[in-house]
């Protein structure tokens, strides 16, 4: 072989595996990684949008392309715990119960996480009645998502009763397509709803090649661990930044029409229905009756044969009495504050009489 040849051929076989072994090496260093952070060996998943999804929604939710979001199933943790669907544990039941009722609204029924799973007022109306109650409640939901997981659930859970819990400000939710993140929302036109669905938190929109790339990229769990930190406008964009866009309906009155629609839907299975309605601890303290949409609702609700229990009034005349009492029944902080554990059951104990009548 002429000498010149030689350094030719040594450089073409240094090249040929370099191009062999950096991807080797490469894969060698993202398996090494997924087994130290405990991650699937052998999945080709999306780590860049599921890095998103918990960015936007923390590690008890998850997007819904229905609803906007969801709790997830078979979420554990000390006081927090969730079974199929989402729902909330009252106790140590294993599965979702039928016959008997099924709970749905915002934070105040789901509980949060300050209270623990036996300290909701679904856990506490439970108790009181001895019959199954569905806790389905999910924080931050507006009117229109907690009719819609209504629907969702009554095929399966076959509840004797059906609870439907508004706090004042799921009304206002309802009158947009975002509130903090993407959600559905409802038009009225005509007297029929329409349904627009929640959009997936993609953080920008990039060229058709470059979207194609990320999306490459985002298979590998240290290159989402690395690009997250080195250069995150490109890697989850604006994701995590709350945004409020109104989506230019009347909330009270699509709020209306939904409970028509679900109350229907439920009296055909021979469900009763009980409208709850919960208000915030500066409402109760500021003011002699409840907010103008909370009245709009009930005006509507009660046509419909749906049953009202309004929280308000027993409120206000504890707050009248002894101003200090409201302290023991919201946790102290923002103008809402959501119910302790004594809150609950306060609330609980208005619906058990509303079911003995």
Same mark, same amino acid.
């Given at each position: 072989?002429?000498?010149?040849?030689?350094?030719?051929?040594?450089?073409?076989?240094?090249?040929?595996?370099?191009?062999?072994?950096?991807?080797?090496?490469?894969?060698?260093?993202?398996?090494?990684?997924?087994?130290?952070?405990?991650?699937?060996?052998?999945?080709?998943?999306?780590?860049?949008?599921?890095r998103?999804?918990?960015?936007?929604?923390?590690?008890?939710?998850?997007? %819904?392309?229905?609803? /906007? !979001?969801?709790? *997830?199933?078979?979420?554990?943790?000390?006081?927090?715990?969730? @079974? =199929?669907?989402?729902?909330?544990?009252?106790?140590?039941?294993?599965g979702?119960?039928?016959?008997?009722?099924?709970?749905?609204?915002?934070?105040?029924?789901?509980?949060?996480?300050?209270?623990?799973?036996?300290?909701?007022?679904?856990?506490?109306?439970?108790?009181?009645?001895?019959?199954?109650?569905?806790?389905?409640?999910?924080?931050?939901y507006?009117?229109?998502?907690?009719?819609?997981?209504?629907?969702?659930l009554?095929?399966?859970?076959?509840?004797?009763?059906?609870?439907?819990?508004?706090?004042?400000?799921?009304?206002?939710?309802?009158?947009?397509?975002?509130?903090?993140?993407?959600?559905?929302?409802?038009?009225?036109?005509?007297?029929?709803?329409?349904?627009?669905?929640?959009?997936?938190?993609?953080? %920008?929109?990039?060229? /058709? !090649?470059?979207? *194609?790339?990320?999306?490459?990229?985002?298979?590998?769990?240290? @290159? =989402?661990?690395?690009?997250?930190?080195?250069?995150p406008?490109?890697?989850?964009?604006?994701?995590?930044?709350?945004?409020?866009?109104?989506?230019?309906?009347?909330?009270?009155?699509?709020t209306?029409?939904?409970?028509?629609?679900?109350?229907?839907?439920?009296?055909?299975?021979?469900?009763?229905?009980?409208?709850?309605?919960?208000?915030?601890?500066?409402?109760?303290?500021?003011?002699?009756?409840?907010?103008?949409?909370?009245?709009?609702?009930?005006?509507?609700?009660?046509?419909?044969?749906?049953?009202?229990?309004?929280?308000?009034?027993?409120?206000?005349?504890?707050?009248?009495?002894?101003?200090?009492?409201?302290?023991?029944?919201?946790?102290?902080g923002?103008?809402?504050?959501?119910?302790?554990?004594?809150?609950?059951?306060h609330?609980?104990?208005?619906?058990?009489?509303?079911?003995?009548?």
């Amino acid at each position: 072989m002429h000498a010149f040849a030689r350094p030719l051929l040594n450089g073409a076989l240094r090249l040929t595996l370099a191009c062999v072994l950096a991807p080797l090496a490469f894969v060698a260093l993202d398996l090494g990684y997924r087994a130290q952070v405990h991650r699937p060996l052998l999945a080709l998943d999306d780590w860049r949008a599921a890095r998103i999804e918990r960015v936007m929604f923390g590690d008890r939710a998850r997007f %819904d392309p229905v609803l /906007g !979001w969801a709790p *997830r199933e078979d979420y554990q943790s000390e006081d927090y715990n969730t @079974l =199929d669907r989402g729902i909330r544990l009252n106790s140590d039941e294993e599965g979702i119960r039928t016959g008997g009722v099924l709970a749905v609204g915002d934070v105040f029924t789901d509980g949060g996480i300050e209270v623990a799973d036996g300290e909701t007022w679904p856990a506490h109306l439970e108790r009181m009645t001895g019959e199954p109650v569905v806790n389905a409640g999910v924080a931050g939901y507006a009117a229109d998502q907690i009719v819609l997981r209504a629907e969702q659930l009554l095929p399966q859970v076959r509840p004797s009763t059906l609870v439907i819990g508004l706090f004042e400000e799921t009304i206002v939710r309802t009158g947009h397509s975002s509130f903090g993140s993407s959600k559905p929302y409802f038009m009225l036109d005509g007297g029929a709803l329409t349904y627009h669905a929640p959009r997936w938190p993609e953080p %920008d929109a990039l060229p /058709g !090649w470059q979207a *194609r790339v990320r999306d490459a990229l985002a298979r590998s769990a240290v @290159l =989402d661990a690395v690009l997250s930190r080195l250069v995150p406008a490109y890697w989850q964009g604006k994701a995590g930044e709350e945004v409020f866009q109104p989506a230019g309906n009347d909330p009270v009155a699509v709020t209306c029409a939904l409970l028509e629609r679900v109350a229907k839907r439920a009296k055909q299975g021979g469900t009763r229905v009980i409208l709850f309605l919960q208000h915030a601890r500066k409402t109760v303290f500021d003011r002699t009756e409840p907010s103008e949409d909370m009245r709009k609702v009930t005006t509507c609700a009660a046509p419909q044969g749906i049953e009202i229990v309004d929280q308000f009034q027993t409120l206000r005349s504890l707050a009248i009495a002894n101003p200090g009492a409201l302290n023991d029944l919201y946790f102290q902080g923002d103008g809402y504050g959501q119910m302790t554990p004594l809150g609950n059951w306060h609330a609980a104990d208005l619906i058990a009489r509303a079911l003995n009548e």
